[in-house]
């Protein structure tokens, strides 16, 4: 069965520092993974996907992670923190489709000035 | 028009009130799910529909009706809520239920309050 841990359920950092959000899954087949970020009062907005490929993602707004199969992470980071990145940020994974896209519990950012 | 659109984005009733969530997906996708979102806790799945056909419901009271009347659209009928039912209430679509890689696409929320 599928599982998805995110480490710490608050992140701060301040602005210009660097962004590390901590994703751990566990998946019987080769998973596809996913950032999403949501803003306050806003729905889910995908940041980046890992499908197949090169374990190096880029996504929106400066943000990448990296699949590392044999440490079953697929940690989220952005080299200098803005204030606009102040969200919360879910992981998740899928096995095949929709239907079985499995999420964490969510990291809320804070960004200092 | 944006991908997934959800009305009304926020709505306050009572308990004996009967009122309705909508959701509309302009992406042309098969597969349609109700998220629920409560402060403090994982994004709960409450019902998926591939192809109009609802394929899952996992364990929702009965106060929370679906219905998809065709693969665009998918409403949430409301009747005698609790106050604990005070939620962001998601829509989300996605290509397949199974077989994609399972990547969803968000409707911006319905923030329901109920008294």
């Known amino acids: 069965a599928q599982s998805v841990t995110q480490l710490g359920s608050h992140v701060s950092v301040s602005e210009g520092a660097l962004v590390l959000l901590r994703c751990n899954y566990s998946?019987?087949?080769?998973?596809?993974l996913f950032w999403y970020v949501q803003y306050p009062n806003q729905g889910l907005q995908l940041l980046l996907k890992?499908?197949?490929?090169?374990?190096l993602v880029k996504g929106i707004n400066g943000f990448e992670a990296e699949f590392k199969k044999s440490e079953t992470s697929f940690h989220l980071t952005k080299p200098s923190a803005h204030m606009s990145d102040a969200a919360e940020y879910f992981c998740a994974v899928s096995e095949s489709g929709g239907f079985k896209t499995i999420f964490g519990a969510g990291t809320r950012l804070f960004v200092k000035a | 028009e944006t991908g997934v659109t959800q009305t009304p984005r926020h709505l306050v009733m009572g308990m004996t009130n009967k009122k309705s969530l909508k959701c509309e997906q302009h992406?042309?996708?098969?597969?349609m799910y109700w998220y629920k979102q409560s402060a403090k806790k994982p994004l709960e799945l409450m019902f998926v529909?591939?192809?109009?056909?609802?394929?899952e419901n996992n364990s929702v009271p009965s106060r929370f009706s679906p219905e998809c009347p065709n693969s665009s659209h998918l409403f949430l009928h409301l009747h005698t809520l609790q106050p604990e039912d005070s939620a962001l209430y998601l829509c989300?679509?996605?290509?397949?239920?199974?077989?994609?890689?399972?990547?969803?696409?968000f409707g911006e929320g319905s923030r329901l309050t109920v008294l």
């Open positions: 529909y591939n192809f109009k056909e609802q394929t």
């Open positions: 989300a679509s996605s290509q397949e239920v199974t077989g994609d890689t399972g990547e969803l696409f």
């Open positions: 890992y499908t197949t490929g090169a374990t």
């Open positions: 998946s019987s087949v080769p998973p596809y």
């Open positions: 992406l042309g996708h098969n597969a």
